[in-house]
Protein backbone atom coordinates (compact mmCIF):
# COMPACT_ATOMS: atom_id res chain seq x y z
CA UNK A 1 0.00 0.00 0.00
CA UNK A 2 2.90 2.25 0.82
CA UNK A 3 4.49 2.02 -2.59
CA UNK A 4 1.29 2.49 -4.19
CA UNK A 5 0.62 5.59 -2.49
CA UNK A 6 4.09 6.55 -3.08
CA UNK A 7 3.88 5.73 -6.93
CA UNK A 8 0.75 7.83 -7.09
CA UNK A 9 2.82 10.64 -5.73
CA UNK A 10 5.82 10.32 -8.02
CA UNK A 11 2.77 10.65 -10.78
CA UNK A 12 1.28 13.82 -9.40
CA UNK A 13 4.63 15.56 -8.75
CA UNK A 14 5.19 14.43 -12.72
CA UNK A 15 1.76 16.13 -13.87
CA UNK A 16 2.14 19.05 -12.12
CA UNK A 17 5.82 19.62 -13.28
CA UNK A 18 4.93 19.61 -16.77
CA UNK A 19 1.71 21.41 -16.76
CA UNK A 20 1.37 23.99 -14.11
CA UNK A 21 -1.09 23.77 -11.68
CA UNK A 22 -3.60 25.60 -10.55
CA UNK A 23 -1.66 27.40 -7.86
CA UNK A 24 1.59 27.50 -10.40
CA UNK A 25 -0.14 27.81 -13.74
CA UNK A 26 2.16 28.14 -17.01
CA UNK A 27 2.32 31.16 -18.52
CA UNK A 28 0.57 29.66 -21.62
CA UNK A 29 -2.06 28.35 -18.98
CA UNK A 30 -2.47 32.04 -17.63
CA UNK A 31 -2.83 33.83 -20.99
CA UNK A 32 -4.86 31.10 -22.90
CA UNK A 33 -7.21 31.51 -19.38
CA UNK A 34 -7.56 35.07 -19.66
CA UNK A 35 -7.78 35.65 -23.30
CA UNK A 36 -10.21 32.51 -23.38
CA UNK A 37 -12.60 34.56 -20.84
CA UNK A 38 -12.19 37.79 -22.61
CA UNK A 39 -13.47 35.98 -26.17
CA UNK A 40 -16.14 34.44 -24.43
CA UNK A 41 -17.71 37.87 -23.17
CA UNK A 42 -18.32 38.46 -27.01
CA UNK A 43 -19.43 35.35 -28.30
CA UNK A 44 -23.23 34.85 -28.53
CA UNK A 45 -22.32 30.96 -28.01
CA UNK A 46 -19.60 31.43 -25.69
CA UNK A 47 -19.88 27.18 -25.34
CA UNK A 48 -18.49 27.23 -29.06
CA UNK A 49 -15.30 28.24 -27.83
CA UNK A 50 -13.17 25.98 -28.39
CA UNK A 51 -8.96 27.13 -27.92
CA UNK A 52 -6.19 25.41 -30.82
CA UNK A 53 -2.84 26.76 -29.87
CA UNK A 54 -1.48 29.88 -27.60
CA UNK A 55 2.19 31.40 -28.18
CA UNK A 56 3.67 33.73 -26.25
CA UNK A 57 6.37 35.83 -27.15
CA UNK A 58 7.78 38.74 -24.92
CA UNK A 59 6.81 42.25 -25.74
CA UNK A 60 8.21 45.74 -25.18
CA UNK A 61 5.08 47.63 -27.05
CA UNK A 62 2.88 50.49 -25.59
CA UNK A 63 -0.14 49.04 -26.62
CA UNK A 64 -2.00 52.82 -25.29
CA UNK A 65 0.69 54.22 -27.93
CA UNK A 66 -0.33 52.17 -30.62
CA UNK A 67 -4.11 52.79 -29.89
CA UNK A 68 -2.89 56.73 -30.28
CA UNK A 69 -0.99 55.97 -33.47
CA UNK A 70 -3.79 54.85 -35.38
CA UNK A 71 -6.12 58.01 -33.82
CA UNK A 72 -3.26 60.32 -34.70
CA UNK A 73 -2.77 58.52 -38.10
CA UNK A 74 -6.71 59.08 -39.23
CA UNK A 75 -6.79 62.41 -37.63
CA UNK A 76 -3.65 63.71 -40.37
CA UNK A 77 -5.24 62.07 -43.41
CA UNK A 78 -8.55 63.70 -42.47
CA UNK A 79 -7.10 67.16 -42.43
CA UNK A 80 -4.86 65.83 -45.42
CA UNK A 81 -8.31 65.75 -47.40
CA UNK A 82 -9.94 68.79 -45.77
CA UNK A 83 -6.89 70.93 -47.18
CA UNK A 84 -6.77 69.21 -50.32
CA UNK A 85 -11.01 69.74 -51.18
CA UNK A 86 -10.45 73.13 -50.04
CA UNK A 87 -7.71 73.39 -51.93
CA UNK A 88 -9.64 72.45 -55.09
CA UNK A 89 -12.67 74.43 -54.26
CA UNK A 90 -10.19 77.60 -54.09
CA UNK A 91 -8.70 77.14 -57.71
CA UNK A 92 -12.23 76.57 -59.07
CA UNK A 93 -13.00 79.98 -57.13
CA UNK A 94 -10.22 81.59 -59.25
CA UNK A 95 -11.04 80.38 -62.53
CA UNK A 96 -14.66 81.85 -62.26
CA UNK A 97 -12.59 85.07 -61.17
CA UNK A 98 -10.28 84.75 -64.33
CA UNK A 99 -13.47 84.02 -66.49
CA UNK A 100 -15.79 86.83 -64.86
CA UNK A 101 -13.40 89.74 -64.77
CA UNK A 102 -14.40 90.85 -68.29
CA UNK A 103 -18.20 89.75 -67.90
CA UNK A 104 -19.30 90.30 -64.91
CA UNK A 105 -17.98 92.21 -62.09
CA UNK A 106 -20.49 91.17 -59.25
CA UNK A 107 -19.57 87.53 -59.83
CA UNK A 108 -15.95 88.51 -60.24
CA UNK A 109 -16.35 89.90 -56.80
CA UNK A 110 -18.24 86.71 -54.86
CA UNK A 111 -15.60 84.30 -56.61
CA UNK A 112 -12.95 86.65 -55.34
CA UNK A 113 -14.64 86.69 -51.91
CA UNK A 114 -15.26 82.98 -51.75
CA UNK A 115 -10.78 82.50 -53.14
CA UNK A 116 -10.10 84.33 -49.65
CA UNK A 117 -11.91 82.69 -47.46
CA UNK A 118 -10.80 79.36 -48.76
CA UNK A 119 -7.08 80.92 -48.29
CA UNK A 120 -7.82 81.44 -45.08
CA UNK A 121 -9.50 78.11 -44.24
CA UNK A 122 -6.01 76.49 -45.52
CA UNK A 123 -4.18 78.93 -43.86
CA UNK A 124 -5.31 77.85 -40.52
CA UNK A 125 -5.50 74.23 -41.27
CA UNK A 126 -1.78 74.08 -42.50
CA UNK A 127 -0.10 74.21 -39.03
CA UNK A 128 -2.84 72.33 -37.62
CA UNK A 129 -1.80 69.02 -39.93
CA UNK A 130 2.23 70.01 -39.40
CA UNK A 131 1.87 69.80 -35.65
CA UNK A 132 -0.55 66.62 -35.85
CA UNK A 133 1.84 64.93 -38.23
CA UNK A 134 5.03 66.14 -35.71
CA UNK A 135 2.63 64.24 -33.29
CA UNK A 136 2.21 61.55 -34.80
CA UNK A 137 6.49 61.05 -35.61
CA UNK A 138 6.79 61.04 -31.57
CA UNK A 139 4.52 59.19 -31.04
CA UNK A 140 5.68 56.69 -32.94
CA UNK A 141 9.01 57.36 -31.30
CA UNK A 142 7.64 56.07 -28.48
CA UNK A 143 6.33 52.99 -29.05
CA UNK A 144 8.42 50.50 -27.34
CA UNK A 145 9.61 50.77 -23.83
CA UNK A 146 13.36 49.92 -23.66
CA UNK A 147 12.31 46.70 -21.33
CA UNK A 148 10.05 43.59 -21.27
CA UNK A 149 6.63 45.25 -20.36
CA UNK A 150 4.55 42.22 -21.30
CA UNK A 151 3.62 39.66 -23.66
CA UNK A 152 2.51 38.91 -27.23
CA UNK A 153 -0.07 36.11 -27.38
CA UNK A 154 -0.65 34.67 -30.84
CA UNK A 155 -4.02 32.85 -29.68
CA UNK A 156 -6.00 30.50 -32.26
CA UNK A 157 -10.01 29.32 -31.52
CA UNK A 158 -12.92 27.72 -32.81
CA UNK A 159 -16.09 29.46 -32.35
CA UNK A 160 -19.77 29.92 -33.63
CA UNK A 161 -21.35 33.21 -35.15
CA UNK A 162 -23.54 34.91 -34.33
CA UNK A 163 -25.64 32.66 -36.14
CA UNK A 164 -24.93 29.50 -34.60
CA UNK A 165 -22.67 28.80 -37.63
CA UNK A 166 -19.38 26.92 -36.95
CA UNK A 167 -16.35 29.58 -38.19
CA UNK A 168 -13.51 28.86 -39.91
CA UNK A 169 -10.02 28.79 -37.42
CA UNK A 170 -9.79 32.38 -35.84
CA UNK A 171 -6.38 34.07 -35.31
CA UNK A 172 -5.89 36.91 -33.09
CA UNK A 173 -2.97 38.63 -30.99
CA UNK A 174 -3.21 39.68 -28.04
CA UNK A 175 -1.24 42.25 -25.50
CA UNK A 176 -0.79 41.18 -21.49
CA UNK A 177 0.54 42.71 -18.68
CA UNK A 178 3.19 40.69 -17.23
CA UNK A 179 1.21 39.44 -14.98
CA UNK A 180 -1.63 38.61 -17.52
CA UNK A 181 -4.41 40.39 -15.45
CA UNK A 182 -5.24 42.72 -18.46
CA UNK A 183 -5.18 41.80 -22.09
CA UNK A 184 -6.30 43.68 -25.46
CA UNK A 185 -6.51 42.45 -28.83
CA UNK A 186 -7.22 42.23 -32.40
CA UNK A 187 -7.63 40.08 -35.53
CA UNK A 188 -4.31 39.24 -37.35
CA UNK A 189 -5.73 41.87 -40.14
CA UNK A 190 -5.92 44.43 -37.69
CA UNK A 191 -2.81 44.04 -36.35
CA UNK A 192 -1.44 43.72 -40.30
CA UNK A 193 -3.04 47.41 -40.41
CA UNK A 194 -1.29 48.39 -37.26
CA UNK A 195 2.17 47.87 -38.20
CA UNK A 196 1.56 49.01 -42.09
CA UNK A 197 0.82 52.21 -40.18
CA UNK A 198 4.39 52.25 -38.52
CA UNK A 199 6.00 51.23 -41.28
CA UNK A 200 4.65 54.15 -42.95
CA UNK A 201 5.51 56.28 -40.53
CA UNK A 202 9.08 55.34 -40.39
CA UNK A 203 9.71 55.21 -43.90
CA UNK A 204 8.53 58.77 -45.45
CA UNK A 205 10.29 61.78 -43.93
CA UNK A 206 8.81 64.09 -46.18
CA UNK A 207 4.71 64.75 -44.66
CA UNK A 208 3.39 65.09 -48.22
CA UNK A 209 4.39 61.26 -49.28
CA UNK A 210 3.81 60.54 -45.44
CA UNK A 211 0.47 61.27 -45.84
CA UNK A 212 -0.38 60.26 -49.38
CA UNK A 213 1.01 56.70 -48.07
CA UNK A 214 -1.30 56.53 -45.07
CA UNK A 215 -4.46 57.18 -46.85
CA UNK A 216 -3.54 54.72 -49.28
CA UNK A 217 -2.89 52.00 -46.55
CA UNK A 218 -6.06 53.17 -44.98
CA UNK A 219 -8.00 52.38 -48.11
CA UNK A 220 -6.07 48.72 -48.50
CA UNK A 221 -6.54 47.66 -45.00
CA UNK A 222 -10.31 48.53 -43.24
CA UNK A 223 -10.58 47.62 -39.74
CA UNK A 224 -13.25 45.08 -39.54
CA UNK A 225 -14.74 44.46 -35.99
CA UNK A 226 -12.12 45.65 -33.59
CA UNK A 227 -11.46 43.24 -30.83
CA UNK A 228 -10.75 45.17 -28.00
CA UNK A 229 -10.35 43.93 -24.27
Not at 139 to 145: A, F, Q, S, V
Not at 149 to 161: E, I, L, P, Q, S
Not at 169 to 175: G, Y
Request: glycine share 2%.
Amino acid sequence: MKKERLLFFAIVFMLISCNGSPLNPTNEERAENLISDCIKDYLTYPESYETISTRIDSSRINVSKLEEIIKLSEECTDLYDKIKTTESRMEFAQSRMEFNSKYSKRNYNSAKAEKEEYELEINDLKPKLEKKVLTLRNTTNDLYYKDFNGWAVTHRFRCKDDDGRQMPPQEMRFFCDVNFERCQGWTIEQIEFFFKIIECINEYKIDKALLKNLQEIQFRYKLKTTFAF
